[in-house]
């Protein structure tokens, strides 16, 4: 079940949800939109291809770290972002990450596949989400901080209390 605007606020009242800051203006009727921050960026930069599985692998192809007051996506370079917000999760609450129909029809994608915010994220104190972005634009494209970049939609966490020698995995 999604959480409507209410039960996000009441979930923040409660202390059990944290967003900051925290701004009425940018709660939906089921989401709520989180910002571009502008203090840093990273990129990906696979010169010699990269091996997924080694250690370190995705420390050792980011590039130095930006800082800006515009996020420059330059055609197919994937960009690591995060936002304005600190989010933390309790352990009954899922979020995902939804991309904007405003910068989708530029072509940027946010999250690259890797929406998912898992149930207490954020538990040591709030924290930004990362984003990984890509621009499908054939031009670059220009975003300034603090722009909206993605909804942050929340879900009831469901314990299912299944037997783990049950469950099946697969690659």
Request: some cysteine; overall charge negative; aromatic content about 6%.
């Amino acid at each position: 079940m999604i959480l409507g605007a209410s039960a996000i606020v009441a979930e923040i009242d409660c202390g059990r949800l944290r967003i900051d800051p925290f701004h009425h203006e940018l709660l939906k009727p089921a989401s709520y939109v989180l910002r571009l921050s502008g203090r840093s960026f990273r990129w990906l930069s696979y010169p010699n291809g990269i091996n997924v599985w080694r250690p370190n692998a995705g420390d050792e192809a980011l590039g130095p770290i930006e800082e800006s007051d515009t996020l420059c996506l330059e055609p197919m370079v994937l960009r690591i972002g995060c936002t304005i917000e600190c989010v933390s999760l309790p352990e009954t609450l899922t979020g995902m990450i939804v991309g904007l129909s405003h910068l989708a029809r530029f072509g940027i994608t946010i999250h690259l596949g890797s929406s998912l915010v898992s149930p207490d994220f954020g538990s040591k104190g709030p924290t930004p989400i990362a984003l990984e972005m890509i621009s499908f634009n054939p031009s670059p494209v220009y975003i300034p901080m603090g722009t909206p970049i993605c909804h942050l939609l929340l879900m009831r966490t469901v314990d299912t209390e299944a037997n783990p020698s049950t469950l099946r995995t697969s690659i």
